[in-house]
């Protein structure tokens, strides 16, 4: 597999895998050197090659660099060492997701992402130190996907180089590392950016030792591509679903996406994408909803906790989206389990993770096609949750069994409001609380009308007589009859 490491993606393994990382990589470091492979492709030769191919210009030099898998964890220490605030954000994001059924309580996420990086990294482009890492095996990895249709010699090295120059073309020319940290606070547009990006340089690696792209090569490898889920199933069989699935979302659904822009106007098409990236894993899911009828996500704006859980400290927010509900969904009931679908009519969520010393609460806010949909995603879920074991104590403490994690769920119209952990004790006043404060917009509603000068007056009046008439009745029925709560 030819994987490459964006900022985000660096950075945010490095806080999963934390000291983890460092004792497995230096567990092999004294074998290392005994199969480490060079690349011997001709560098400029493939810089200058790639450039032709994916019609970009570097704008500087690239630093191309060789290290072992234990220098790069000495790399990742460093971060994690001077990252301590993300790293607060990573394990609470692992406890999160715990909470919410993504991870099974038994996984060790930290070890099994160490086992996933090893088993699939060859090369990596890092987008903050603007240079690229070439590490060892290249060509063993490469073999698997089965490829051969490029031809045999240095075609592999050839195509590593050429898949990780290609994200210095992104990077130099579409920002593509500071995007990712724009959106940081938003794992679905993350996941839907780098899918974006592993695409194309999937078509443009293959393109350039083939010689050149066309429609017919395109096929193949996105055909090809689609296989590679179960490949990597098959040769890492106690892999999670929750980290192989998106880990290998971003090259087959990515590459499927890329090739879809590329048939509709060839690079250039491609470079519009980075310019207007996919905001949503959906849209990677269904590219018809970025290219025909452009659907973006709800922006949901979680309010109106902060009195109601005075003393937790907010430490992050997130969205799941639509890939991260059906894994939820395959974990609890199966993968061709009927309850998956309800993914499908996802239009957008958000999830606040709340901390108080050592104890964890999670609000989450998913909104839905129509309010069947969220009907149905309120029954299933609840079903889901009623099977998630909370925090296990230490061994050898009074009460070291599990137990299934405090938790709430209401439906208000086509959205759905999740309070797990030990806040959810206080969903009563909690929930309506937040129902009157949140905010939902849909971007893709068509703007009111601009108010012609003549109506600003009566618009003032009518505004202020609504006000005063909402005042009046707050004060004498003290917010009896306040209707509908979404009423934002």
């Keep these: 597999m030819l994987s490459a490491r964006n900022e985000s993606g660096f950075r945010s393994s490095a806080f999963l895998i934390a000291s983890a990382i460092l004792i497995a990589l230096l567990t092999c470091a004294s074998s290392v050197g005994a199969w480490f492979e060079n690349v011997a492709s001709d560098e400029n030769q493939v810089e200058t090659g790639i ?18 898998r234990a220098q790069v964890a000495q790399i990742l220490m460093r971060e994690v060492a001077n990252e301590n605030g993300q790293q607060q954000e990573s394990d609470a994001r692992v406890a999160a997701g715990t909470m919410l059924g993504r991870y099974h309580h038994a996984t060790d996420v930290k070890a099994q992402s160490v086992k996933l990086y090893l088993s699939q990294i060859d090369a990596f482009y890092d987008f903050r130190r603007k240079e690229m890492v070439i590490l060892e095996g290249p060509r063993q990895i490469a073999e698997r996907l089965g490829f051969r249709f490029v031809g045999y010699g240095d075609w592999r090295d050839d195509m590593v180089l050429a ?59 996105t055909a090809h591509l689609s296989d590679l889920p179960q490949v990597s199933a098959a040769q890492s069989k106690n892999m999670p679903d929750a980290l192989s699935i998106p880990f290998l ?24 994408a980075f310019r207007n990236p996919p905001e949503s894993s959906q849209q990677i899911i269904d590219p018809s909803l970025y290219f025909d009828h452009p659907t973006r996500p709800v922006r949901i704006q979680i309010g109106g906790y902060q009195k109601k859980l005075a003393g937790w400290k907010k430490i992050l927010e997130d969205t799941y989206g639509e890939l991260a509900l059906r894994m939820i969904m ?3 009931f199966g993968r061709e389990a009927s309850q998956v679908e309800v993914a499908r009519r996802w239009t957008g969520d958000k999830m606040v993770v709340l901390r108080r010393g050592t104890e964890e609460t999670v609000i989450w806010m998913i909104a839905f096609d129509n309010e069947q949909g969220a009907s149905l995603f309120a029954d299933f879920y609840s079903q889901v949750l009623d099977t998630v074991d909370g925090t296990q104590n230490p061994p050898g403490t009074p009460d070291a069994l599990n137990h299934p994690t405090p938790h709430e769920i209401d439906q208000v119209g086509n959205k759905v ?21 949140s905010k939902v917009i849909d971007p893709n509603s068509s703007p009111p009308p601009a108010p012609s000068a003549d109506d600003d007056q009566t618009n ?3 505004n202020g007589i609504d006000h005063l008439k909402d005042m009046l009745r707050d004060w004498f029925l003290y917010g009896v009859g306040r209707g509908d709560p979404l009423r934002y």
């Design 51 to 68: 450039q032709r191919i994916r019609q970009l210009k570097f704008k500087k030099p690239v630093p191309i660099l060789h290290k072992t």
């Design 163 to 221: 898949h990780e120059l290609t994200h210095a073309l992104q990077d130099q020319n579409f920002q593509a590392g500071s995007r990712i940290t724009r959106i940081s606070d938003n794992s679905d547009a993350v996941l839907a950016f780098k899918s974006l990006i592993e695409g194309d340089a999937v078509l443009a690696g293959f393109a350039y030792v083939r010689g050149g792209m066309d429609e017919s090569l395109a096929d193949f490898i």
């Design 249 to 272: 979302f971003q090259y087959a659904e990515g590459t499927a996406f890329v090739r879809e822009a590329y048939r509709r106007g060839g690079w250039d098409s491609v470079d519009a």
């Design 330 to 332: 395959q974990m609890s």
């Design 417 to 437: 409001l999740v309070v797990a952990g030990p806040g959810a004790s206080k969903f009563s006043t909690l929930a309506p609380s937040i129902w009157q404060a």
């Design 460 to 462: 003032a009046i009518s």
